[in-house]
């Protein structure tokens, strides 16, 4: 069983559609979690970042981290074509277990006009 | 502007030859990562470094060979030895292992 298991998609949804991804993770230590969106042959880029349970919302943007369940949710409101992404999460292990970044497979979306 | 430069974006490699691919950043982050990423999947950690002069194996490091004697840069090797090098490479950086993470743009390796 992998650490982070993602959805790999691919999700295709409507202009304005909410978007939910999705990822949940086997090892109750990660302390950190983060969401990436990745265009088409460009580097990921950090979209949001939180370390305890419950709600961090920016803009169009809200994540959702529930520890007591190991699962972690981005939700995408009036989603936009500029939206169609590869969705990565990726979690932290804490230093006595080296501390590394654990990624998810990603989530292909793309938002229809 | 601070950020993370790869280089060169675009690589092609003979079997058997080995190639090294540059990351250098201006951000004053401590740690550096190297990941590869094949088609669908996530991004698989290769080596990494949180301080310089040191570095460790990540994930798949079988094949590669990093360097860190300098702050700003962490040059990966990709040796002959990697059966299967064909994938995206991307850098990144944090202030400390397990923090948020920049990344570069990437490196597309293509053995010929």
């Known amino acids: 069983q992998k650490e982070v298991e993602q959805d790999p998609g691919p999700l295709s949804v409507p202009e304005g559609a909410i978007v939910s991804l999705n990822c949940t993770y086997s090892?109750?230590?990660?302390?950190?979690f983060m969401w990436y969106r990745q265009y088409s042959r460009k580097g990921p880029e950090l979209l949001m970042y939180?370390?305890?349970?419950g709600n961090k919302e920016d803009g169009r943007f809200t994540a959702q981290v529930d520890k007591s369940s190991k699962y972690i949710s981005l939700f995408i409101r009036d989603s936009q074509p500029s939206d169609s992404a590869t969705y990565l999460c990726?979690?932290?292990?804490?230093?006595?277990?080296?501390?590394?970044?654990?990624f998810g497979q990603g989530t292909e979306l793309s938002v229809k006009p | 502007d601070g950020g993370i430069t790869q280089s060169p974006k675009y690589l092609f490699r003979k079997e058997g030859q080995n190639v090294t691919l540059s990351c250098e950043q201006n951000?004053?982050?401590?740690?550096m990562y190297w990941y590869r990423q094949d088609p669908g999947q996530g991004l698989r950690l290769i080596y990494y470094?949180?301080?310089?002069?040191?570095?460790q194996k990540g994930d798949i490091a079988e094949g590669y060979s990093v360097s860190r004697e300098k702050k700003e840069s962490f040059p990966l090797t990709v040796t002959s030895a990697q059966k299967n090098p064909t994938a995206f490479y991307l850098c990144?950086?944090?202030?400390?292992?397990?923090?948020?993470?920049?990344f570069g743009s990437g490196t597309r390796l293509t053995v010929v």
């Open positions: 990726a979690m932290s292990a804490p230093r006595n277990q080296g501390g590394k970044l654990i």
């Open positions: 990144a950086s944090s202030m400390l292992v397990g923090g948020e993470s920049t």
């Open positions: 939180t370390y305890s349970s």
């Open positions: 470094s949180q301080i310089v002069n040191d570095f």
């Open positions: 090892n109750s230590a990660f302390q950190y």
């Open positions: 951000l004053n982050h401590d740690a």
